[in-house]
T-cell receptor, first 118, second 114 residues
Framework: GAVVSQHPSRVICKSGTSVKIECRSLDFQATTMFWYRQFPKKSLMLMATSNEGSKATYEQGVEKDKFLINHASLTLSTLTVTSAHPEDSSFYIC??????????????FGPGTRLTVL | AQKVTQAQTEISVVEKEDVTLDCVYETRDTTYYLFWYKQPPSGELVFLIRRNSFDEQNEISGRYSWNFQKSTSSFNFTITASQVVDSAVYFCALEGDSSYKLIFGSGTRLLVRP
């Protein structure tokens, strides 16, 4: 139980294009999902909290117009990196917190998406 | 402020050795949760344990054990009889009652050599 998927696992794009990353909770519902960014050999940095049916809450220093988050259902959140640049290249990880039942208050993580912007 | 410190950046052991990963945390919340996650080379974070601040009982799960000491604000993780498959980065994390956010330590890279 508590499986979270991310798609795509890897993406390479040209500078200036937009990239959408999907995060799905496969066997549970999640009112809240989180998006993290991880640089090589570094820890996870929380970018934003995604709440189903409402606007995302962004951490200080994260550009909301650049990293668009949509949480349209209880099992899906998307992160769109708009007008991507090489400095946006990173490992993006999402997590989901079950709304009820076992695992409540625990974040379960997706496998991550490695974004490379050329 | 909330903070998690994993002072050990890298640890290298030989297979079958026991190894302890240290985690020290800071929080002003009276209720909080502590976590350990494993990140193998594939990148996916694997949930290992969640501990409530009111539950100081140590826990053992197979070769894994956790020692929660509130007096020293530590939540250390021991792997007994380590195996090559244990090689990964291990993160300790804190979630305080005043915030839903997970605060991660910097991680400890464990290398288990055959």
């Amino acid at each position: 139980g508590a499986v979270v998927s991310q798609h795509p696992s890897r993406v390479i794009c040209k500078s200036g294009t937009s990239v959408k990353i999907e995060c799905r909770s496969l066997d549970f519902q999640a009112t809240t999902m989180f998006w993290y960014r991880q640089f090589p050999k570094k820890s996870l940095m929380l970018m934003a909290t995604s709440n189903e049916g409402s606007k995302a809450t962004y951490e200080q220093g994260v550009e909301k117009d650049k990293f668009l988050i949509n949480h349209a259902s209880l099992t899906l959140s998307t992160l769109t990196v708009t007008s991507a640049h090489p400095e946006d290249s990173s490992f993006y990880i999402c997590s989901a917190q079950p709304t009820s039942g076992r695992g409540l208050d625990t974040q379960y993580f997706g496998p991550g998406t490695r974004l490379t912007v050329l | 402020a909330q903070k998690v410190t994993q002072a050990q950046t890298e640890i290298s052991v030989v297979e079958k050795e026991d190894v302890t990963l240290d985690c020290v945390y800071e929080t002003r919340d009276t209720t909080y949760y502590l976590f350990w996650y494993k990140q193998p080379p594939s990148g996916e974070l694997v949930f290992l344990i969640r501990r409530n601040s009111f539950d100081e009982q140590n826990e053992i799960s197979g070769r894994y054990s956790w020692n929660f000491q509130k007096s020293t604000s530590s939540f250390n993780f021991t792997i007994t009889a380590s195996q090559v498959v244990d090689s990964a980065v291990y993160f300790c994390a804190l979630e305080g009652d005043s915030s839903y956010k997970l605060i991660f330590g910097s991680g400890t890279r464990l290398l288990v050599r055959p």
